[in-house]
């Protein structure tokens, strides 16, 4: 069965420093997706990157990149030039071919002033 | 920007009633999901569904569960009997054929009282 763990249940970080959240996952297969997921106060899932596990680039969106170690089977995001906007629980998430996404506990991430 | 929509957002009923969540999906996604998070939790997997049939279940959707595709564009999870730990948030979620992302709803939050 494929396992996704996130190690930090909390994080804090002061506007416009860099943060990077980790995630690890389980699974045999080769071919998968992976993507991290914000959840805000308003409870609202939302999409923030993805990865597709068959490119070797780390995919980047603006201020949010990861880093995709295939072999380790870390997944971790960074975001840069943080900002009050991001305090939000994170989710990182697997999908294997058409199936159920699967996700980790989440780390909550606050942004401080 | 095309959005999956649930309503409602809120819903408050006594155990052993049954309840209707509602979700309409994009509308050129042909596969669906449903998902719950009891607070504080990671979100989990209930059902998928494809071509008019529920292609895989979890575990939690029990005899007690239920979906249905009743019209083009509307997609129902029904809980016949609610017991107090279906308390929750419950996401709908869709995507295309062609790729893996997954788009969530708002969410409806159940609280069986």
Known sequence: ???????????SVQEAETVTLSCTYDTSENNYYLFWYKQPPSRQMILVIRQEAYKQQNATENRFSVNFQKAAKSFSLKISDSQLGDTAMY????????QKLVFGQGTRLTINP | ?????????????????????????ISNHLYFYWY???LGQKVEFLVSFYNNEISEKSEIFDDQFSVERPDGSNFTLKIRSTKLEDSAMY?????????????????????VT
């Open chain 1, 1 to 11: 069965a494929q396992t996704v763990t996130q190690s930090q249940p909390e994080m």
């Open chain 1, 91 to 98: 989710f990182c998430a697997f999908i294997l071919g058409a």
């Open chain 2, 1 to 25: 920007e095309p959005e999956v929509t649930q309503t409602p957002s809120h819903q408050v009923t006594q155990m052993g009633q049954e309840v209707i969540l509602r979700c309409v999906p």
């Open chain 2, 36 to 38: 719950r998070q009891i």
């Open chain 2, 91 to 111: 996401f709908c979620a869709s995507r295309e054929g062609g790729s893996y992302e997954q788009y969530f709803g708002p969410g409806t939050r159940l609280t």
